[in-house]
């Protein structure tokens, strides 16, 4: 028998955003002792302290922070099922994360199509690198996202949607590289730690024992095919990124084993029965068929 229903939610989420007993009555047309009553009712069903008293406020404790997430969770959840059914349309808000260049490259017109046919969707777009992206999903912060090869999502769906062929970009005018050797201690140029593309060539240079002589971090695409351009190191990317910001003829790319250049692009989601919005946007995404498991 389930201990929470979703007017004892709304009282616990209310107490929470007004600070305190006395302003959230106020806000709930309610009389102190009723809401007072209700949370004490909460907390022993489950067996938990929710509140620490602070002066004349109060502050949530760790399992108070807890019950706040799902709260939040459910009862947006509840909102969008009554408005869907009433107007049969899906509603509210669609929390997606993606990696930085299937947001730039592969989601826009996918982006596009979805909004023009759901207006009523709002569409709230994380990008992030791939180790982040997941982490972000099991902690329910996203409701499905989409990240790249290697990857670990214990307990995650997942689809695979299209591969990317990687290359390694230079300065123009560099000399040939066929093998990490031909690098030496270079610079690599990447995202922060967790980027799945990064950490495919650190193990590529590893495979040589090549160590790169340092790594600058950059946080866009752009910014770090511009770095390469100006000769400043190197970098792994994926071609679509090039052909999307049109700097195809700005770098010089190195064609790389297909072990290293062929990459899948995965949706990742929770089992269970997904919302409405997000079912209508993974209906517009293409399918890649026959892909190996990952783990």
Known sequence: MRNIDLDTLEIFQSVVACGGISHAARTLHRVPSNITTRIKQLEARLGVTLFHRQGRGLRLTQEGEVLLGYAERLLRLANEAEATLKTRRPQGTFRLGSLESAAGARLPPILARYHQDNPSVRVELLTAPTSALVS???????EAAVVSQPFTAPGLERQALFEEELVLISARGHAPVRSPRD?????????????????????WLATDA????????????????ACVAAGSGVALVPRSVLASLRATDDVMTHPLPAVLARNLTHLLWHPGTPSIAFARFRALLPTLEAVPALG
């Open 136 to 142: 972000h999903l099991l902690n329910h912060d996203i």
């Open 183 to 203: 690098l030496g201690r270079t610079t690599l140029i990447a995202f922060a730690h967790g980027c799945s593309y990064r950490k495919r060539l650190e193990d």
């Open 210 to 225: 090549i160590l790169p002589e340092r790594v600058l971090e950059f946080a866009s695409y752009p910014a770090i095919v």
